[in-house]
């Protein structure tokens, strides 16, 4: 697997957008690690290890309504399930698809916003390239993981505590852009909020489970009430 700075250099530029856009929302993540009683170590780890996002601060949400910590993998497994898809896709239109090590890299840095990018290139990928992308975007989520649990030191709890309404944020703003796209997904994410009340209110289950079970219910709506062609699967 040969090395290129220039294509290195490349996907870092493509990529500095993205690292602005993570920078900052890692910021609000750093905040909420640090309210959920989380070391700077257990901080950072967590998105130097996990790298996901929206996962993550579903992850967060989930421990610090006193999930199970199996609820929170499956749940967490579930919402970052479309890495997996964006990954094979985007391994189609390597240079070198049988190294293994680049491989693991684009599986491991293939988030939605670099899968974006990589696909407008309109050409076969190296892995130098691909490197530089990942990397620029992966030390924005990361360094403002950093700096955002850091800043928890001197900021008001009243700003710190305030972190916590970045999910929502994030996930408005997720649905939000689907829904421009289809307004299927509304049917769709209002499926998964009915059910989500119903268990907790009527039922009583616990947050990460009734979170789990409407996920699963509304996932599998989803796939009956979507077309092939709308999925994007052809």
């Known amino acids: 697997?040969?090395?290129?700075?220039?294509?290195?250099?490349?996907?870092?530029?493509?990529?500095?957008?993205i690292f602005l856009g993570y920078f900052t929302t890692?910021?609000?993540?750093?905040?909420?690690?640090?309210?959920?009683g989380f070391t700077f170590v257990e901080g950072v780890l967590t998105s130097a290890v996990t790298f996901a996002g929206s996962g993550q601060f579903l992850m967060m949400n989930l421990y610090n309504a006193g999930s199970l910590l199996l609820s929170i993998i499956v749940s967490v497994f579930f919402i970052n399930s479309r890495y997996i898809f964006m990954a094979?896709?985007?391994s189609q239109r390597l240079l070198d698809p049988k190294s293994i090590a680049g491989r693991l890299m684009c599986?491991?840095?293939t988030v939605d916003e670099v899968f974006t990018v990589a696909s407008f290139k309109g050409r076969k990928l190296s892995y130098s390239y691909m490197a530089g992308l990942i990397f620029i975007s992966y030390i924005g989520w990361v360094s403002g993981t950093s700096i955002g649990f850091a800043a928890g030191t001197f900021l008001p709890e009243v700003v710190?505590?305030?972190?916590v309404i970045t999910v929502y944020a994030m996930f408005a703003s997720l649905l939000g852009a689907e829904t421009r796209r289809n307004v299927k997904a509304i049917l769709?994410?209002?499926?998964s909020?009915?059910?989500?009340?119903?268990?907790?209110?009527?039922?009583?289950?616990?947050?990460g489970l009734s979170f789990l079970i409407?996920?699963?219910?509304?996932?599998?709506?989803?796939?009956?009430?979507?077309?092939?062609?709308?999925?994007?699967?052809?």
């Open 26 to 36: 890692a910021l609000a993540f750093g905040l909420l690690t640090r309210t959920s």
């Open 188 to 191: 769709v994410a209002s499926l």
């Open 88 to 90: 094979s896709s985007l």
């Open 160 to 163: 710190q505590k305030a972190a």
């Open 214 to 234: 409407s996920m699963i219910a509304a996932t599998i709506f989803g796939a009956f009430l979507y077309t092939d062609k709308e999925a994007g699967l052809e």
């Open 193 to 207: 909020a009915l059910l989500n009340s119903l268990f907790i209110l009527v039922l009583n289950l616990s947050t």
């Open 1 to 17: 697997m040969a090395i290129s700075g220039k294509e290195i250099r490349e996907g870092a530029k493509d990529g500095f957008p």
């Open 107 to 109: 599986g491991f840095g």
